[in-house]
């Protein structure tokens, strides 16, 4: 498996990748391609892609937090037909030896729906079994339905991560605002 990461819009990338951001996506909270346009216009934004045999199987879109020294998960997929083989861990290892190596960053952060669905247990056993921390502060957006949970990771022992859900989506709120603002 090969992992590269871009720092700036690549339209040839973005073509071989969007049916995958689409498909996981599309219908469930996608930033229109307009707004992560914006994201790298702004260089709010990175973009992860895992290939194997030159084909991508997944990617993850992440972004610096402002006023902490985090990354944030905004999205991460793998291919419909690679799922269930451990991509998605290892993008994930990839992006945190990435994040520490390159960025000096020191945690991630990342926020799921917090409805009890089967499809987010899983989700949430997924991050968990990764790692990270689930925090107790349900967080509702004023335009989307869906209600959140922030999860994070610390990456080293000097790590200093807000433990407090609330706290953490200030600093997830104010990515997205910035992620729209210009657009």
Known sequence: MDFKTFDHWDEGIWSIVSPIYQEAFGDKGAKPEKVIRNMFRKQLCFLHVAFQQDLPVGLALTG??????????????????????????????????????????????????????????ERIHFWKKNGFTLTDYIHRYIWVPETYQAMYLPLSSQ????ESGEKLFKFIGNFHKQSFQGT
């Open 64 to 121: 610096k937090l402002k006023g902490m020294n985090a990354l944030v998960i905004d999205y991460i997929a793998v291919a419909p037909d690679k799922r269930g083989h451990g991509i998605g861990s290892q993008m994930l290892q990839f992006i945190m030896d990435w994040s520490t190596d390159e960025e000096r960053i020191d945690s991630i952060v990342i926020e799921v729906e917090s409805e009890m669905s089967a499809e987010n247990q």
């Open 159 to 162: 790590a200093v991560v807000p």
